[in-house]
C-alpha cells in the first residue's frame, strides 16, 4: 500500500509563485520515477515535469524555464517550483510516483488558480 499526499496548491496572481509537494508513504523499496500532471476543464491530462532515479528530467514545453521539478530521496517527496506563472496554468495538478516492482501512484489532486 502506498498513500501520497499533495500540497501547496491555491490562488496565486499572474507573475507569481507557488511550489507544490507530493510525499509518497508505505510499502516503497525504492523510486523509478516521480512526476507532475495536469489537467484543466475540458481538456486532458498531460505531462508537466517528471524526474527518473538517475535524477534527469524532462518538462513540457509550456512549462520550460518557469517550472522546476525537484526530489529529496529520504523523504520520498517530489516538488514542483512554479514560477512566472501564468492564467493558462490553471488546473488541478496531479503527482505521480512509480515504485519499482509495483506500479504507478496518484495524488489527490491540488487545484492551482492563476488569476487577477
Known amino acids: 500500500q502506498v498513500q501520497l499526499v499533495e500540497s501547496g496548491g491555491g490562488l496565486v496572481q499572474p507573475g507569481g509563485s507557488l511550489r507544490l509537494s507530493c510525499a509518497a508513504s508505505g510499502s516503497i523499496f525504492s523510486i523509478s520515477a516521480m512526476g507532475w500532471y495536469r489537467q484543466a476543464p475540458g481538456k486532458q491530462r498531460e505531462l508537466v515535469a517528471h524526474i527518473i532515479s538517475s535524477g534527469s528530467t524532462n518538462y513540457a514545453d509550456s512549462v520550460k524555464g518557469r517550472f522546476t521539478i525537484s526530489r529529496d530521496n529520504a523523504k520520498n517527496t517530489v516538488y514542483l517550483q512554479m514560477n512566472s506563472l501564468k492564467p493558462e496554468d490553471t488546473a488541478v495538478y496531479y503527482c505521480?510516483?512509480?515504485?519499482?516492482?509495483?506500479?504507478?501512484?496518484w495524488g489527490q489532486g491540488t487545484q492551482v488558480t492563476v488569476s487577477s
Open positions: 505521480l510516483v512509480v515504485v519499482t516492482r509495483s506500479g504507478g501512484y
